[in-house]
């Protein structure tokens, strides 16, 4: 009886770990599609500036195989997730507007703009929110994009650190070739109930770039964690 305990609790170990060992692995496989994606994008968007077109659409899949973790408020992912992802390998297929290429040299970026903040739109680059300013136009325009957890190379996994490099440039440039230069001019830790200067076009009546990701959990320059309905937000003025 003792063996067959001993033999069973084995098996479940070895379970348990092969579980762990799926679950490490998924993530960074689903980041690296989900980065193939934003790069072809990149290059659709490069080649329409290239070639004088002035809208540039985009197919990306539907399909939560590929979500990002967190994005709906989802912190931990467990072995029901990682089967349900598993399954869920089939995609459709979406149709995004391309605006531009965002490129924010402090911290390795360059990503797609879409016309768009859609969960889909956010998983394969960086959407400018409804109703806020078009780049270059005066008044506010905000780049929503994920933070995503544990992945400092892509999307605006590194944004935090832009706090300290105030004075640095971020450029927009948009697929009819135009290229729109900016300046950080600071940075902040939002709360949700005080975002919504941040969404209103009329907040600032000059041009400004606003960029806006997940701010919750720790600061890697002070350390002071922050709650899950935090934002981290870079306000940018044209250079």
């Known amino acids: 009886m003792r063996k067959a305990i001993k033999v069973m609790a084995g098996i479940a170990l070895v379970f348990t770990m092969i579980c762990g060992l799926c679950l490490a692995l998924i993530e960074p496989v689903k980041g690296s599609i989900r980065q193939r994606y934003s790069d072809e994008a990149v290059t659709a968007a490069e080649n ?3 070639n004088g077109e002035s809208e540039v659409s985009f197919t990306v899949p539907v399909t939560d195989a590929l979500a990002i973790e967190g994005e ?3 912190k931990d992912a467990g072995l ?3 089967l349900k992802d598993m399954r869920d390998l089939s995609a459709e297929y979406e149709s995004l507007t391309l605006l531009g290429i965002l490129e924010i040299p402090g911290i390795s970026v360059k990503e797609p703009v879409w016309d768009s903040c859609s969960v889909n739109a956010l ?3 960086v959407g400018r929110y409804p109703g806020t300013a078009d780049i270059g136009d005066p008044g506010l325009c905000n780049l929503f994009g994920h933070r995503v957890k ?3 190379e892509t999307k605006l996994g590194s944004i935090q650190y832009l706090q300290d490099k105030i004075g640095d440039t971020v450029t927009v440039t948009t697929v009819d070739g135009v290229r729109h230069d900016y300046r950080i001019s600071y940075t902040k830790y939002v709360i949700d109930s005080e975002l919504m200067p941040y969404l209103d076009p009329e907040t600032f009546q000059e041009e400004t770039l606003c ?3 997940c ?3 720790e600061d890697p320059l002070t350390g002071i964690c922050y709650p899950s309905n935090t934002e981290f937000i870079v306000l940018c003025e044209p250079c």
Do not use: E
Request: glycine share 24%; hydrophobic share 35%.
């Open 211 to 213: 960029i806006t990701a």
């Open 72 to 74: 709906n408020g989802d």
């Open 150 to 152: 544990g992945d400092f």
């Open 48 to 50: 329409a500036i290239k």
């Open 215 to 217: 701010g919750w959990g």
């Open 80 to 82: 029901d997730k990682l």
């Open 123 to 125: 998983r394969y680059g």
